[in-house]
């Protein structure tokens, strides 16, 4: 039973975080809650073994990983078949430029392809090295840092006049 209760410790302490980072990276509220459900159900099937064999800081570079591994094989499936008929808000609007400036951030990581917004993600959000990015997706740093480029390049723009943005993550 103690381990059932580890788990729903480390479970509750990062879905906030990992939401967050879900979110970022498919735009979708709801997708986003799969993406972290999906996560913590495979790290749940796994919990004895990888409890005995990682440290927290273990646990949260594992945690990314299944995250960034079923959200890249979940596009690769295309196994979305819902068709978004409206954007309804998921939060209360508020005033302020902060909301506008997470609207367009979001928008315009939305128009890129999905490794590269994972990159993205990763590199700014997450502050993570191109060594460990690398790392997380199985591929080359070479590769990360060509992603990484290219990434910045397209949302520079896709942004536009609003480019200045891109400064303030």
């Not at 729903?8 to 498919?26: D, G, K, P």
């Not at 808000?89 to 928008?107: A, E, N, V, Y």
Request: charged share 30%; net charge positive.
């Amino acid at each position: 039973m103690q381990k059932a209760l580890d788990f729903e410790e480390f479970a509750s302490s990062r879905t906030r975080r990992l939401f967050q980072v879900a979110y970022l990276m498919c735009g979708d509220w709801h997708r986003a809650q799969d993406l972290v459900q999906t996560t913590l159900a495979k790290m749940f099937a796994v919990w004895p073994r990888l409890r005995r064999r990682e440290d927290e800081s273990g646990l949260d570079a594992y945690a990314r990983t299944v995250l960034l591994r079923t959200y890249l094989s979940q596009k690769r499936l295309r196994r979305s078949s819902e068709v978004v008929l409206a954007d309804l808000p998921d939060t209360p609007q508020q005033d302020g430029h902060g909301s506008d400036l997470r609207l367009t951030l979001t928008s315009a990581l939305g128009q890129l392809p999905p490794r590269n917004r994972a990159v993205v993600v990763l590199r700014y959000l997450e502050d993570h090295s191109i060594e460990a990015v690398a790392d997380m997706m199985g591929i080359s740093a070479g590769a990360v840092k060509s992603l990484n480029t290219r990434s910045l390049a397209r949302l520079r723009e896709i942004l536009g006049e609003d480019r200045e943005l891109l400064f303030r993550l």
